[in-house]
């Protein structure tokens, strides 16, 4: 039982490159969520979604895009990485039933830095 | 706006003690969940305990117990018998489902324990 399996687990890149970063879960989760965590921030909600298709903006979406071609797949491109986006992210998935029993389950990060 | 304070960045505890860390929060909503996750050096986030607004019972996991205070919006993490496996950053979390929020998580900034020997 994978769970959320993010990929990569590291990446450098230099200034102006892009890149996806892929999340993929399998437990049939309608929720997803991209994360990032940064020294002395916690974690903030980049882009988020809903279902299959949909997608939304969380609050630090600046540089960032999403897509949700599949349900189980979540992916979060950067066109054109920044200094300012170093930092490890997280993908999270939880389902929408059964809501009082449910919880998030993450990936185990993918740090990611931009020279 | 949801809001999560974590008013502790270190705290440090020797081993077999207890610690205490603290989370406030700030919503308008009376249906909610609070949380504290774990995260050792490894990075993978692991929930600790989980706590539902409309119960008035603290939650307890083991060595871990909340001390969960809603009207005055107080959500406090004792560790019992630290042991240095306890060691990791600590995040307080808060999601509600109602509104636009859609389920997602709003973190405090963590606080990071050290457990000596």
């Known amino acids: 039982n994978a769970g959320v399996t993010q990929t990569p687990k590291f990446r450098v890149l230099k200034t102006g490159q892009s890149m996806t970063l892929l999340c993929a879960q399998d437990m049939n989760h309608e929720y997803m969520y991209w994360y990032r965590q940064d020294p002395g921030m916690g974690l903030r909600l980049i882009h988020y979604s809903v279902g299959e298709g949909t997608t939304a903006k969380g609050e630090v979406p600046d540089g960032y895009n999403v897509s949700r071609l599949k349900k189980q797949n979540f992916l979060l491109g950067l066109e054109s990485a920044a200094p300012s986006q170093t930092s490890v992210y997280f993908c999270?998935?939880?389902?929408?039933?059964?809501?009082?029993?449910?919880?998030?389950?993450f990936g185990q990060g993918t740090r990611l830095t931009v020279v | 706006a949801q809001t999560v304070t974590q008013s502790q960045p270190e705290m440090s505890v020797q081993e077999a003690e207890t610690v205490t860390l603290s989370c406030t929060y700030d919503t308008s909503e009376s249906d909610y969940y609070l949380f504290w996750y774990k995260q050792p050096p490894s990075r993978q986030m692991i929930l600790v305990i989980r706590?539902?607004?409309?119960?008035?019972q603290n939650a307890t996991e083991n060595r871990f117990s909340v001390n969960f205070q809603k009207a005055a919006k107080s959500f406090s993490l004792k560790i019992s018998d630290s042991q240095l496996g306890d060691a990791a950053m600590y995040f307080c979390a808060y999601r509600t489902d109602r509104g636009s929020t859609l389920g997602r998580l709003y973190f405090g900034r963590g606080t990071q324990l050290t457990v000596w020997p």
């Open positions: 706590q539902e607004a409309y119960k008035q």
């Open positions: 999270a998935s939880r389902t929408h039933w059964d809501r009082r029993n449910t919880e998030a389950f």
